[in-house]
């Protein structure tokens, strides 16, 4: 394959750094953040009562996709919890919406 056919994109130039903090300052404004939600709050969870049926979730995310590709989607979340959790963020952000914030957004794909 020679460069010429390679897509215009992968010639791209990296972008300029988006944060303006030294590497010590992050890192200083991440530990006084854990003061806000701790680590162990992670483990302390436990679904509540209200919550929807996570298979349910996962069967309304599917509407909508080419039927024939649903077993390849659901075998690849079985290989690993984290190819399941790649796969399952309609799960995953209902959980997370209800877990303890640390004031830093995410985004989830």
């Known amino acids: 394959m020679s460069d010429e056919s390679l897509p215009q994109l992968t ?4 972008p ?5 903090l030294k590497l010590e300052e ?6 006084a953040l854990r003061e806000v939600a701790p ?5 302390e969870w436990k679904p509540p009562a209200d919550r929807a049926d996570p298979v349910g979730l996962l069967i309304k995310s599917s509407k909508g996709r080419m039927e024939a590709l649903l077993p390849i989607r ?12 790649r796969g399952a963020a309609a ?6 919406s209800r877990v303890r914030a640390r004031g ?4 989830l794909p």
């Open 11 to 14: 010639k791209a130039p990296i």
């Open 16 to 20: 300029v750094q988006t944060h303006t």
């Open 26 to 31: 992050r890192l200083a404004k991440g530990k």
């Open 39 to 43: 680590r162990k709050a992670q483990k």
């Open 74 to 85: 659901y075998g690849r979340m079985m290989v690993s919890p984290f190819t399941f959790y």
């Open 91 to 96: 799960i995953m952000a209902p959980d997370l």
């Open 104 to 107: 830093r957004r995410t985004r």
